[in-house]
């Protein structure tokens, strides 16, 4: 099964290299390993090696108070941080809470042997769900302490299938889980493991942390001035073409931010063109355009958490597609939340909607709906954002609890 499995580890990376011909993202991911050997042994300065592992910028979101709280607590322990994907190296390649930063190699056997080697971790852990079954295997031959961190397990994964032994065996290569949620808990539980907690997840750290620390953003409260605002984040089409429909049709009383995932050129102008309204670029607004526009929108990254401090109702963007994005964001200061039908992987959104902190909506009918009752119900808005606070305040405290069992 091992030699099964490396060859296709071997074919997803010649399908990469195929790919980079025409793909920014797949030439970035061959580029930024091509000599990893060499630039590794240049970085490398320590031995006994923090190793945190993300797959990409999500992950390291979740990851990254893991890593300043202990930095912070431990700074003589060295910290390498390495990514699977392109969008998570390009952007935090400089982060100055980790010595070394790097791409993962891809898995196979001479690889791991070789970064490891090199790297002579005292300790790895792995974010969230990155099972790399060669790394796994190598770090229990070599008795490395391994941890999965704000981990998450769900029935239809291969170790919890009638075929899955060869999977779960790799999992006997993490010394302790740390887990998001009770029904992670119980799938390990139903396979033999006891070498799990359920701490929660680390990016409710994050997020508030964030909040306390909002940057103001005075052209933001000009635009509010005492409208009902809408910040739509990460929006995708699917969720601008909806909310410019509603928009269109609200002539007075609602303000709305767009926050696009992709702020390409050609994407801003298609956002431009659904409305009917006045709409200003956040670039180019100034004290005499940016009161009388009804939306803004944002073209620049970086700016989204601190948004929505403003925001009496968040609309969070990529829930008619595959993968919702962040609502923790938004949660954490305590306004009611709006997101798509494809939700249900996404464990946050589960328990927003249970709590009647967040709504799902399919159509611009649903949306209206949810619209209006939020408008006209303030009581039910309220009710609605405080739940969000409150469910943000439940659940804090997943990295003291990681630190206190690593520390004890």
Same mark, same amino acid.
């Given at each position: 099964?091992?030699?099964?499995?490396?060859?296709?580890?071997?074919?997803?990376?010649?399908?990469?290299?195929?790919?980079?011909?025409?793909?920014?993202?797949?030439?970035?991911?061959?580029?930024?390993?091509?000599?990893?050997?060499?630039?590794?042994?240049?970085?490398?300065?320590?031995?006994?090696?923090?190793?945190?592992?993300?797959?990409?910028?999500?992950?390291?979101?979740?990851?990254?108070?893991?890593?300043?709280?202990?930095?912070?607590?431990?700074?003589?322990?060295?910290?390498?941080?390495?990514?699977?994907?392109?969008?998570?190296?390009?952007?935090?390649?400089?982060?100055?809470?980790?010595?070394?930063?790097?791409?993962?190699?891809?898995?196979?056997?001479?690889?791991?042997?070789?970064?490891?080697?090199?790297?002579?971790?005292?300790?790895?852990?792995?974010?969230?769900?990155?099972?790399?079954?060669?790394?796994?295997?190598?770090?229990?031959?070599?008795?490395?302490?391994?941890?999965?961190?704000?981990?998450?397990?769900?029935?239809?994964?291969?170790?919890?299938?009638?075929?899955?032994?060869?999977?779960?065996?790799?999992?006997?290569?993490?010394?302790?889980?740390?887990?998001?949620?009770?029904?992670?808990?119980?799938?390990?539980?139903?396979?033999?493991?006891?070498?799990?907690?359920?701490?929660?997840?680390?990016?409710?750290?994050?997020?508030?942390?964030?909040?306390?620390?909002?940057?103001?953003?005075?052209?933001?409260?000009?635009?509010?001035?005492?409208?009902?605002?809408?910040?739509?984040?990460?929006?995708?089409?699917?969720?601008?073409?909806?909310?410019?429909?509603?928009?269109?049709?609200?002539?007075?009383?609602?303000?709305?931010?767009?926050?696009?995932?992709?702020?390409?050129?050609?994407?801003?102008?298609?956002?431009?063109?659904?409305?009917?309204?006045?709409?200003?670029?956040?670039?180019?607004?100034?004290?005499?355009?940016?009161?009388?526009?009804?939306?803004?929108?944002?073209?620049?990254?970086?700016?989204?958490?601190?948004?929505?401090?403003?925001?009496?109702?968040?609309?969070? !963007?990529? @829930?008619?597609? %595959?993968?919702?994005?962040?609502?923790?964001? *938004?949660?954490?200061?305590?306004?009611? +939340? $709006? /997101?798509?039908?494809?939700?249900?992987?996404?464990?946050?959104?589960?328990?927003?909607?249970?709590?009647?902190?967040?709504?799902?909506?399919?159509?611009?009918?649903?949306?209206?709906?949810?619209?209006?009752?939020?408008?006209?119900?303030?009581?039910?808005?309220?009710?609605? !954002?405080? @739940?969000?606070? %409150?469910?943000?305040?439940?659940?804090?405290? *997943?990295?003291?609890?990681?630190?206190? +069992? $690593? /520390?004890?």
């Amino acid at each position: 099964m091992r030699i099964l499995y490396t060859f296709a580890i071997h074919l997803y990376t010649q399908g990469i290299y195929i790919a980079s011909s025409f793909n920014t993202k797949a030439k970035k991911w061959i580029k930024g390993r091509k000599k990893w050997r060499t630039e590794l042994k240049e970085k490398i300065k320590d031995e006994n090696y923090f190793w945190v592992h993300c797959a990409s910028l999500g992950e390291f979101e979740q990851g990254r108070p893991l890593i300043e709280k202990l930095k912070k607590e431990h700074p003589h322990i060295p910290v390498l941080l390495s990514f699977f994907s392109p969008s998570g190296f390009e952007i935090r390649k400089n982060y100055v809470f980790a010595d070394v930063v790097c791409y993962l190699p891809s898995d196979t056997p001479k690889n791991v042997k070789q970064f490891l080697d090199l790297v002579k971790p005292s300790a790895a852990f792995f974010i969230k769900y990155e099972f790399w079954f060669n790394y796994l295997n190598e770090i229990k031959e070599r008795n490395i302490p391994c941890y999965l961190v704000s981990g998450v397990f769900r029935p239809n994964q291969h170790f919890f299938k009638f075929y899955g032994n060869w999977f779960k065996k790799h999992l006997t290569g993490f010394t302790f889980f740390f887990l998001q949620n009770e029904e992670s808990c119980l799938l390990l539980k139903k396979i033999g493991f006891t070498n799990y907690l359920k701490t929660g997840d680390t990016r409710f750290d994050r997020c508030m942390e964030n909040a306390a620390f909002a940057k103001e953003i005075a052209s933001i409260k000009e635009f509010k001035e005492n409208q009902f605002l809408v910040v739509a984040g990460s929006s995708w089409p699917s969720e601008e073409k909806i909310i410019a429909a509603y928009i269109n049709k609200q002539q007075q009383g609602v303000k709305c931010i767009i926050a696009p995932h992709e702020i390409h050129e050609a994407h801003l102008k298609f956002i431009e063109s659904l409305f009917t309204v006045p709409i200003v670029r956040y670039s180019k607004a100034r004290k005499e355009n940016i009161q009388n526009a009804q939306v803004l929108l944002i073209d620049n990254i970086g700016m989204l958490s601190s948004l929505y401090q403003y925001a009496d109702m968040a609309i969070i !963007g990529g @829930a008619f597609h %595959s993968r919702l994005h962040n609502s923790l964001e *938004a949660a954490v200061f305590g306004i009611p +939340i $709006l /997101f798509g039908p494809n939700y249900h992987k996404n464990v946050e959104a589960k328990d927003l909607i249970e709590r009647k902190a967040a709504f799902s909506f399919s159509t611009l009918f649903e949306f209206t709906e949810c619209m209006e009752k939020f408008l006209n119900e303030s009581s039910f808005t309220a009710e609605s !954002g405080n @739940a969000a606070k %409150s469910y943000m305040a439940e659940n804090t405290g *997943a990295t003291d609890k990681i630190l206190k +069992i $690593l /520390f004890h």
